[in-house]
């Protein structure tokens, strides 16, 4: 398994100006980290999508870092405008950035729901998600759906999303601290996705139970209205270890990537995260 990190870990010194995506590069060398995800594409003003992308590669290749993923929102119910379809040319659109990249791998997200029960719009996404790895196949990019945004983001939910794809380009972005946004353990789910990951983000919550008042700035609600709030990897309640060991069972060898989203200063959270999870993988 190789660390890697995401650019949204640095989300804090890059809204605040602090910090570029082009910055990051070798901020995420000098921690140590062998590869770095990019979250977006932030272009500069006056600079197009497809140039920065561009500049971004070159300067990851000077440094000597793989890029290790590049991620993206979508939504095939409510994105474009309720468009499917619009939806998914846009989503190719964002593959040929990827490949400008150079990257090899994409998460897009299914989407956040429009009311309707998961299994009712279950064949829309999976015929969305088959039509856009088939697509990012031919560039050479394998394509991943996350545990993300409350909807999409239960393990089974997830597996019937890839089963129902059926495609071994298409996989599944497995975030250790996100099934937890919907109320799931994650060992639990680890264990019946494992298989079918092609990539992981290794991240930290503290959890507080909703039986209690609202412990204040920070927390957020989980779908159930359980607390988390995001910390250093090592940290929190998130049993990162057990998840890595899991993974190691089913044969998983490739990026781990530290998904940062606490209220710690960033670097020293970034960085001790690194530390820990180096020392969590040597140690399995």
């Not at 660390?3 to 602090?18: C, M, N, Q, R, T």
């Not at 062998?34 to 290749?61: K, R």
């Not at 998914?88 to 729901?113: F, P, Q, S, Y």
């Not at 960033?266 to 180096?278: A, P």
């Amino acid at each position: 398994m190789r660390l890697a990190v995401s650019s949204y870990s640095f989300e804090k010194l890059i809204s605040s100006g602090e910090m570029t995506q082009f910055d990051c590069i070798a901020k995420a060398k000098q921690i140590g980290f062998e590869a770095i995800e990019f979250v977006d594409i932030l272009a500069p003003e006056g600079i197009t999508i497809e140039e920065y992308a561009s500049v971004l590669a070159q300067e990851c290749a000077h440094q000597g870092i793989r890029i290790s993923c590049f991620t993206f929102g979508a939504d095939f119910i409510l994105g474009s405008n309720g468009d499917t379809r619009s939806e998914i040319e846009r989503v190719k659109k964002m593959i040929d950035i990827a490949a400008i990249l150079g990257v090899n791998l994409v998460r897009h997200d299914a989407t956040k729901g429009d009311g309707r029960p998961f299994d009712t719009i279950l064949p829309i996404l999976i015929d969305a998600c088959r039509e856009i790895t088939i697509y990012a196949a031919s560039k050479g990019i394998r394509t991943t759906v996350e545990n993300h945004g409350y909807f999409c983001q239960d393990s089974e939910r997830l597996e019937k999303l890839y089963t129902g794809v059926t495609h071994r380009n298409f996989g599944i972005l497995g975030d250790m601290g996100n099934f937890l946004c919907a109320d799931e353990a994650p060992e639990k789910a680890f264990g019946r996705i494992a298989p079918y990951i092609f990539y992981a983000h290794a991240k930290d919550f503290y959890v507080k139970s909703g039986l209690y008042p609202n412990p204040g700035t920070g927390y957020f609600y989980s779908r159930s209205r359980n607390y988390l709030k995001g910390t250093i990897v090592g940290h929190g309640d998130v049993p990162i270890l057990q998840c890595l060991r899991i993974l190691k069972s089913v044969g998983y060898d490739s990026d781990i990537a530290i998904e940062f989203e606490g209220m710690e200063d960033t670097i020293t959270g970034i960085s001790v995260g690194y530390e820990n999870l180096k020392r969590y993988i040597n140690s399995i």
